[in-house]
């Protein structure tokens, strides 16, 4: 095997630990949940390995859950402090500033049991429909907005727009409706996860992928769409969309 490579996966291996462990303090479904969702969906090692998330981002998570990304980018900053952050890899996102805003009370309480709050995280118990948004250099929608109906989705994205710094980016993952089998699928299990994890089942306002990028567009964003489900059944697609 290529040493590179095998460094790089263990590396990986010490981010999602770091970055799972804080949620044995909230709960053995805490932290099952963290372990999976951060080892299993491949949006997480993208963001770090593309070098998406500046060092010193003010960071706005909307429909956080339970704090994943915060914890990751703690951890990412604790392995760049004790030296372990892979050469190779794109700076480590140190020392950003994470808000998450999340609907569930009992994900906002889980994440804030696990990660506390302090000068560089917060967690707000609110709906991105009416919650103000801090002004930011990077903004994360991963397989949120599809909870809301299109005229809401526009409105959150527009104020995602202006809350947005000059030249930040918005990283909105969704699943594109035009793929009928993998969207299916993706709802499928969309409901399954918010069943087990105690909450009502909505009904779901997809686009397809070219109606997104549209919509990002009107708006004034540049947009590149990045295929976001690898080893995954779904036709999940993460649009990198950049204000000028
Ligand atoms: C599929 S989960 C994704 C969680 C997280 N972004 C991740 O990737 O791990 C969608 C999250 O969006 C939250 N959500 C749904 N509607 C929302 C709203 N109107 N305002 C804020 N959060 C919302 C849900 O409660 C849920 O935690």
């Not at 997480?44 to 914890?71: E, K, N, T, W, Y």
């Not at 009928?180 to 399954?192: L, P, T």
Request: hydrophobic share 45%; proline share 7%; charged share 20%.
């Amino acid at each position: 095997m290529n040493p590179d490579l095998g460094t790089e996966r263990a590396a990986w291996a010490r981010l999602l630990d770091r970055a799972s462990e804080p949620y044995r303090s909230a709960g053995r479904f805490a932290w099952h949940f963290a372990r999976g969702k951060l080892g299993h969906d491949p949006v997480f090692r993208h963001l770090l390995a593309s070098g998406l998330i500046p060092q010193g981002a003010r960071v706005l998570d909307i429909g956080c859950g339970q704090g994943l990304l915060a914890s990751l980018l703690r951890a990412c900053a604790a392995m760049r402090a004790a030296g372990e952050w892979p050469p190779a890899w794109p700076p480590a996102p140190a020392a950003t500033q994470v808000t998450g805003i999340e609907l569930m009370p009992r994900d906002v309480e889980r994440a804030r049991a696990a990660l506390g709050e302090d000068g560089g995280t917060r967690f707000i118990c609110g709906d991105m429909r009416t919650e103000a948004f801090p002004a930011c250099d990077t903004v994360v929608i991963l397989d949120v907005l599809h909870y809301v109906t299109h005229a809401e989705q526009d409105a959150v994205l527009k104020r995602v727009r202006d809350a947005l710094a000059p030249g930040g980016r918005l990283l909105l993952r969704v699943g594109d409706a035009g793929a009928r089998r993998g969207f299916a699928i993706s709802q499928w299990v969309d409901r399954m996860v918010t069943r087990v994890r105690g909450h009502a089942v909505a009904p779901v306002y997809g686009r397809t992928l070219p109606e997104w990028i549209a919509q990002l567009r009107q708006l004034g964003l540049q947009v590149e769409p990045r295929p976001m489900s690898q080893g995954t059944p779904f036709a999940n697609v993460l649009l990198v969309a950049q204000r000028a």
